[in-house]
């Protein structure tokens, strides 16, 4: 059973703190994701990796910077934490072995963020 | 326009009843289309693939369109369980990117 876990469900922080976030996967996959979810917005994209130490900015990257030393770690990193970055934070991993037909993207539960 | 577009409703609808909802996408390049479910406060899972030829599971049926551009989910004899927001996903062939639909919501009332 594929599973992806994040380090804290809820986390609150004042401005200006730096704030780490971390996902782990344990089904060996390349591919990982951070994304932020906001009402009436959906799943916006932040960076994404396709491989260890690879990272590639989605569409809303100012803000965040992200990590990935392992294979099965990576790490989303608010430098300096602002309010509108409150939000639910979601990791996700998949690959695509057999093309993009085939794909499933798995997700962890969710950090849900407070910017004070 | 967004490059994929859903109602974001919500729809009630009761118990029972068959209910449809639509996601259009804007990008006519070759891609695979998925839906998710996502409970409240829980994250999304994969809830069925969108073939060409249309697939069934269930009471769900997926249906694609490439001529008007948009997937569509139908839900028959609606359970209560059934209530959640349901995301469409496009995976370009090209490059396998990600485009996420913002998501239907659904509440099934006894």
């Known amino acids: 059973d594929v599973k992806v876990t994040q380090s804290s469900r809820y986390l609150v922080k004042r401005t200006g703190e730096k704030v780490f976030l971390e996902c782990v996967q344990d089904?060996?996959?390349?591919?990982m994701f951070w994304y932020r979810q906001d009402p009436g917005l959906g799943l916006r994209l932040i960076y994404f990796?396709?491989?260890?130490?690879?990272?590639e900015k989605g569409d809303i990257p100012e803000g965040y910077s992200v990590s990935r030393e392992k294979k099965e770690r990576f790490s989303l990193i608010l430098e300096s934490a602002s309010t509108n970055q409150t939000s639910m934070y979601l990791c996700?991993?998949?690959?695509?072995?057999?093309?993009?037909?085939?794909?499933?993207?798995?997700f962890g539960p969710g950090t849900r963020l407070t910017v004070t | 326009r967004k490059e994929v577009e859903q109602d974001p409703g919500p729809f009630n609808v009761p118990e029972g009843a068959t209910v449809a909802f639509n996601c259009t996408y804007s990008?006519?390049?070759?891609?695979?289309f998925f839906w998710y479910r996502q409970d409240c406060r829980k994250e999304p899972k994969l809830l069925m693939s969108?073939?060409?030829?249309?697939n069934e599971d269930g009471r769900f049926t997926a249906q694609l369109n490439r001529a008007s551009q948009y997937i569509s989910l139908l839900i028959r004899d609606s359970k209560l369980s059934d209530s959640a927001t349901y995301l469409c996903?496009?995976?370009?062939?090209?490059?396998?990117?990600?485009?996420w639909g913002a998501g239907t919501k659904l509440i099934i009332k006894p």
């Open positions: 089904m060996d996959h390349e591919n």
């Open positions: 996700a991993s998949g690959s695509f072995p057999e093309g993009p037909l085939y794909y499933e993207q798995y």
């Open positions: 990796s396709y491989d260890v130490k690879m990272k």
């Open positions: 996903v496009i995976i370009m062939d090209s490059n396998y990117q990600l485009i």
């Open positions: 990008n006519s390049a070759s891609q695979s």
């Open positions: 969108v073939y060409s030829s249309g």
